[in-house]
T-cell receptor, first 112, second 111 residues
Framework: EPEVTQTPSHQVTQMGQEVILRCVPI?????FYWYRQILGQKVEFLVS????????KSEIFDDQFSVERPDGSNFTLKIRSTKLEDSAMYFC??????????FGPGTRLTVT | QQQVKQSPQSLIVQKGGISIINCAYE??????FPWYQQFPGKGPALLIA?????SEKKEGRFTISFNKSAKQFSLHIMDSQPGDSATYFC??????????FGQGTELSVKP
């Protein structure tokens, strides 16, 4: 069964540093997403991406965040100048034509 | 209007019992209602999903009941097992749109 993959599984960074989280969505999917889950809380939408541009973003997704799909397979989330409150699990997801969403295993980001 | 409200927040069920988790939505444009199961340290995994043209969908021990007029849907887990212990999220979206998640229900099935 096809799956969404994410790297790294765990990223530790110092406050103020930049991090890039990587995802490889399912190859024939068209819609891509990043979600965030702070420990013990619900999964929160960050951004959706379609046709090589952002289609929707949440209030959380401010100028500190950016996404891109540089080579047609990878889908990245960049967080500039990380803050302590950015510590969370970050999930990539992709959506096929049938509307079924598949999530990656997540990247645990720890900002110290 | 984009919210999906989920209850209860936590649920303890005896092995063999029925687990019931409820969700309510507001946006009538939603046309796809999946349930995700999440184990600690893992990403949410699609469990079962329903579209509003049917009132019930069953897959094994898992059943979704859908009430379009009330804008509610629920997950029933029959013969609950300790291995079902996980966090369950309901969600909703419209085609191509973002998935909106409920707050999650932490299910614990006691042996």
């Amino acid at each position: 069964e096809p799956e969404v993959t994410q790297t790294p599984s765990h990223q530790v960074t110092q406050m103020g540093q930049e991090v890039i989280l990587r995802c490889v969505p399912i190859s024939n999917h068209l819609y891509f997403y990043w979600y965030r889950q702070i420990l013990g809380q619900k999964v929160e939408f960050l951004v959706s991406f379609y046709n090589n541009e952002i289609s929707e973003k949440s209030e959380i997704f401010d100028d500190q965040f950016s996404v891109e799909r540089p080579d047609g397979s990878n889908f990245t989330l960049k967080i500039r100048s990380t803050k302590l409150e950015d510590s969370a699990m970050y999930f990539c997801a992709s959506l096929g034509l049938a509307g079924v969403g598949y999530f990656g295993p997540g990247t645990r980001l720890t900002v110290t | 209007q984009q919210q999906v409200k989920q209850s209860p927040q936590s649920l303890i069920v005896q092995k063999g019992g029925i687990s019931i988790i409820n969700c309510a939505y507001e946006n009538t444009a939603f046309d796809y209602f999946p349930w995700y199961q999440q184990f600690p340290g893992k990403g949410p995994a699609l469990l079962i999903a329903i579209r509003p043209d049917v009132s019930e969908k069953k897959e094994g021990r898992f059943t979704i009941s859908f009430n379009k007029s009330a804008k509610q849907f629920s997950l029933h887990i029959m013969d609950s097992q300790p291995g079902d212990s996980a966090t369950y999220f309901c969600a909703a979206n419209n085609q191509g749109g973002k998935l909106i998640f409920g707050q999650g229900t932490e299910l614990s099935v006691k042996p």
